[in-house]
C-alpha cells in the first residue's frame, strides 16, 4: 500500500486524509501549529460540496454545527433589493446549503480523522520547510522546534502539500509562485451574537462596491447561547488601504467601518448597529494567487489553498478542496502508478479550479450589484425590471452557478423569478 504524507491539516488536509482513508489508505498527517484550535469566521459550504461531506458520512456531524442556508438576496447600498434566489435543497439542488463557522468545521473533521485513523495518524508541531524527491519516494524535512517528540525527517511514496495560502511546498515547487495577488481590498471578517433575521438562514449581499464597498451577511451558528441567538458572520471588503499582513488572525477594532453602512435601510435588520455590537474582528487582505501552471510534480502534488488560493467571494475556497480531496483519491486508488495518478487527478481538477480563481477576481455574482450602480448612478430606483431585467440577472446567475459545478435546475429557475417579482420594493 502506498505510504502518503499530507503536509497541513486544515479543512482540505484533514478532508483528503479521510476520503484516502476510504479507499483503502493510511495516510499521514503532518501539521505545523501545536495544537488544531476552532479559528477563523465564517465559511459557506454550497451543495456540491455538503455532498462531499454527506459521502465522508459527516452530514448529521456537520447539521449539528452548521445552519441552512434558504435564501440569498442581493442589496444596494441603500437596502433596495436586486436579485433574489433560493439556495440548497430550496432551489432544487440534492444537498443542501450550509453556513459554518471555519474553525468548528475543521474541528469535526479532526476529531472524524482521529476516529477513524487514530491519534497517531496526525503530528502536531511539525513544519514542513523542505523536500526532495528520487525515483523511489519523497523525504521530508521539518522544523520541530514546537514540539520535539515529531520526527525532523521522513520518507514518504506521495507527498500532498496541504497547507494553504502561504505553501511552503508550493514555493518549493513554483518559487516564481511565492507573491500573493492583492486585489486592493481589504476585508474586516466579525462575528455578532444577535437574534435571527429573515428566514434564519439568509445570506445578504449589500452595497455598491463603488461608493461604499461590500457588506455580505449570513448566520454560522444557531442558538449560541442557549436563549436562541445565532453567531452572525459578516464580511466588509473596503478599497483605498494599504494592504494588511497576511495573517488570517489579525484582530482589529470596528470604529472605522461602524458607520460605512448607515444608508442602508432593512426593515429587519439594523446593519450599523450589527457592526457595532460585534463580539470579534478580523482584518485580513483580498488576496489569491494567479493560477498554477501546474500542481503536481512527480510524486509530489498540491491541494486546497496551497493549489488554488481564490477570493472568498462565491464562496468556493473550502467546498473546491473537498472535491480535490475526493478526486485525488480516487486516482490514487484507481492507478498503480502514483505519478500517473497525481498527472491524472491534476488533469481532472487544475482547469476548472482556475477558472474559478479568475471568475472570482471578477466579483463573481456580485457584479449583479456594481450594474445596478452604474445604470442607477447609486441613485434609489423606481423599477429595478427598467434598470436591470430579471433574465439578464438570472443569465449572470445561471453561467456562474454552471461553471461553478451547480447549474441550476430549470423548473427552479421559473420559482426563482416569481419569488423575486414579488418581493420587488423600492423600499428594500
Ligand atoms: C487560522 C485560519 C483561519 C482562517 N479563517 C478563514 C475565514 O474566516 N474565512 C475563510 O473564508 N477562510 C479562512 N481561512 C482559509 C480557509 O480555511 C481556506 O480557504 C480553506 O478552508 C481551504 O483550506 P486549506 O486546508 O487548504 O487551507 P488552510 O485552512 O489555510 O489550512 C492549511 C493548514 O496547513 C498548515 N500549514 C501551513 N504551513 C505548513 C507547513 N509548512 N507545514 C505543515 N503545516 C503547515 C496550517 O497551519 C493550516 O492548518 C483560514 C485559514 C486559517 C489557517
Redesign the pocket.
Known sequence: MLDIAI????????ATALRLHQQGFRPRL????PE?KP?????DIKPYAVKELTELGLYEAFCAISVEAHESIFYTGHGQQIFAENCGRHMGYDHDQRFVH??Q??MMLYNAVQARLGEEAITLG????RFEQDEFGVTVW?DNSLNSAAPTQIRADVVIG????????RSHLLPESVRTHFSGLTLY?GVTVMPPFKTGGSILHIGDPIRQGTLIVYPIQNNVDGQGNQLVNWVIEQNEKPQSEED??QHTGVKEIEHVFDDCKLDFLDVSQMIASAREC?L?PLIDHDPLPAWSFGRITL????AH?MY?RGGN??CQ?FVDARVIAEKLAAISDPVEALKAYELERREKVNWLVLASRGEGPEVVRRIVEERSGGKPFEDIETIFPYEEALSIFSEYHAKAGMKIPTEHASAGARKYKSVFTTSN
Open positions: 503536509i497541513g491539516a486544515g479543512p482540505a488536509g484533514l503532518y501539521e505545523a501549529v488544531i479559528l477563523g469566521v465564517g465559511v471555519r474553525g468545521l475543521q511539525c513544519r514542513c520547510s521539518f496541504v497547507d494553504g495560502i502561504r505553501s511552503v511546498v471578517r488570517w488572525n478580523y485580513f491541494l486546497g489553498d496551497a488560493a472568498p475556497s473550502v478542496a
